[in-house]
């Protein structure tokens, strides 16, 4: 099963301040490494080196490296039909455009999950369904379905 996997999961297996989504962050992304399912845009390792080495402060080079390493999922690539349907995700359900970049990467790349805390747990866009690795059942918070992303 193709999944996608968003900024925050790879930001989380960094952080140490976040002790249990590290390692279930950690666990997530080992588990599609070794099953050759897991998916990324280059939205996500743009947003994850800058994250990482702002808000986490880690050294550019060893963030570089992380990059490379995570170059190794297969990366979703994106032309102006995936911008204008993201735009088009972005009127019709209220999302942020950057997660409805992400989204329109996980549509174009045949993925049947994408793993986000950041959009709403269970949520269905066509085939692709949004799961929340770090909760059971997420916060009210968290059922929104949008959020600003720094890009």
């Known amino acids: 099963m193709r ?6 999961v790879l930001v989380y ?5 976040a002790v249990e989504k590290q390692a279930r962050a950690r666990e997530l992304i080992q588990e599609l490494f070794e099953s050759g399912n897991g998916v990324l845009s280059l939205q996500v390792l743009r947003e994850y080196f800058v994250t990482a080495t702002g808000k986490l402060g880690i050294a550019a ?4 490296r992380k990059v490379e390493i995570y170059s190794r999922f297969d990366i979703a690539g994106s ?6 349907a993201a735009i088009d995700l972005y009127r019709l359900h209220g999302l942020s455009l950057w997660d409805a970049l992400v989204v329109q990467s996980a549509l174009a790349a045949r993925c ?5 805390e950041d959009l709403q747990h269970g949520r269905q866009f066509g085939a692709l369904r949004v799961e929340n690795p770090f909760a059971e059942s ?5 059922r929104s379905g949008a ?5």
């Open 79 to 84: 032309d102006v039909a995936d911008l204008l």
């Open 13 to 17: 297996a960094d952080d140490d301040a």
């Open 138 to 142: 997420p916060p009210p918070h968290q």
């Open 147 to 151: 959020r600003k992303r720094k890009s």
């Open 3 to 8: 999944s996608f996997v968003d900024t925050n």
């Open 61 to 64: 080079e060893a963030a570089r």
């Open 112 to 116: 049947s999950v994408l793993y986000s």
